[in-house]
């Protein structure tokens, strides 16, 4: 695994190898330029609390979430490859950070959350789309990857792709990574040494979900990089805790975790002040979580009936199958214009619609919607969407 040049050579000078090998024999050393006041009893928390800064966040904190997540993804985690962070935002950019010089590639979703290609700007990073197609439910173009890999990883290339992202389950066509995705893209990023970022915000928000999807989290075939957070698993948009799990060949993880440990520790350790409620926040994780699910999925439930009934709606808007997240895709009459549909919302029902080229679909006709309402609110704005789809076509 080639990383970016960004955070330099590794080694440690001579004074940090002394210094370092003093403490393994028990030896106190004091740091002449200590410029951290709680260690001189100046904190605003009072003379006893000392703040010990690790990049990968407070070890405490760290213990307690691989605890709870080792039980919730079934799988035996280590404290030691986990860095918890302020969002999962931020996450994305330490990894470009990572893995990317300037002008180098990732291969990213479409249609998917505009999200991505935004940090990607940000940090330097040419973001790269491969597609996502729709035949029953949302499926993975492996052409589009496999093209994309031989065009900017050749021997000669001077930007390649170093890491290709998979949302597990993306946003907004609410897909799973199946098995048989997993193993071919595995094996791509395996024959052009390209990373993998899973972002896995929405995992447990399961709808209509197959049998065989899987988490990223632990995938040792490949350096794997597994991004989840707060903000979705608590309902709670303002905890900014997110999380990196990095795994994969053990010298590639040992190199990985020393290079993202200098990125860390440059934009410094999260806050106490919210490190030390994460263990609090994680007692509600579960119901927070099952909350949330339910509420979306009695509302597509009540969807996938309301427009069944063909004589009711004349099937003028169709749910695309959605098997995890907080929403789901409709399709609408191609022969209509996304935005002169979403003007006509707003004008006669005041609603914003979210048409699908906002997220890169490839044709017109796509529109998301939230999963996240109250049921009786949900099923009136349906009920009044539809109603203006309908009126558009019948001309009134």
Not at 102 to 125: H, K, M, N, R
Not at 185 to 195: D, F, H, N, P, S
Not at 242 to 253: A, F, L, Q, R, T
Request: hydrophobic fraction near 40%; charged fraction near 20%; proline fraction near 5%.
């Amino acid at each position: 695994m080639q990383f970016s040049h960004r955070t330099g050579e590794q080694s440690l000078n001579a004074l940090s190898v002394r210094s370092q090998q003093l403490q393994e024999q028990g030896i106190s050393v004091t740091h002449l330029n200590d410029s951290n006041p709680t260690h001189f009893g100046l904190s605003v928390h009072g003379p006893d609390f000392i703040y010990h800064a690790d990049p990968r966040g407070d070890l405490k904190a760290r213990r307690s979430l691989v605890n709870y997540l080792s039980r919730r993804y079934s799988r035996e985690l280590d404290v030691q490859q986990l860095y918890i962070l302020n969002s999962t935002s931020q996450a994305y950019a330490w990894l470009m950070m990572l893995l990317c010089d300037p002008g180098d590639c990732v291969l990213f979703p479409q249609p998917g959350y505009p999200l991505i290609e935004s940090i990607c700007a940000l940090t330097g990073v040419k973001s790269v789309p491969y597609r996502l197609l729709y035949d029953g439910s949302w499926m993975i173009d492996y052409v589009s990857i496999e093209q994309a890999l031989h065009h900017y990883n050749q021997p000669d290339s001077e930007h390649p792709i170093k890491a290709l992202i998979l949302i597990n389950p993306n946003n907004p066509t609410n897909s799973y990574v199946k098995a048989e995705e997993r193993a071919r893209i595995i094996a791509l990023c395996q024959r052009y040494k390209v990373a993998l970022i899973a972002d896995e915000v929405f995992y447990d928000f399961s709808l209509q979900a197959f049998d065989s999807r899987s988490r990223f989290v632990g995938e040792n075939a490949v350096l794997t990089f597994t991004i989840d957070g707060f903000s979705k698993m608590l309902a709670a948009a303002d905890a900014k805790v997110g999380w990196i799990y990095v795994s994969g060949p053990e010298n590639d993880k040992t190199e990985a975790l020393q290079r993202l440990d200098m990125i860390a520790d440059d934009f410094l350790p999260m806050s106490s002040l919210i490190t030390q409620q994460i263990e609090s926040l994680l007692a509600r994780a579960d119901e927070q979580t099952e909350r949330i699910r339910s509420r979306c999925l009695t509302n597509l439930n009540w969807l996938l009936e309301y427009t069944a009934d063909a004589q009711r709606t004349q099937g003028i808007v169709t749910p695309l199958r959605s098997e995890g997240g907080w929403s789901v895709m409709l399709r609408l009459p191609s022969s209509l214009d996304d935005d002169e549909v979403g003007i006509e919302l707003l004008n006669r029902i005041h609603a914003l619609s979210a048409p699908g080229y906002f997220f890169d679909c490839d044709s017109s006709g796509y529109m998301a919607v939230s999963l996240l309402p109250e049921p009786e609110i949900f099923s009136r704005i349906i009920q009044d969407t539809i109603s203006v789809i309908e009126s558009m076509i019948d001309g009134k």
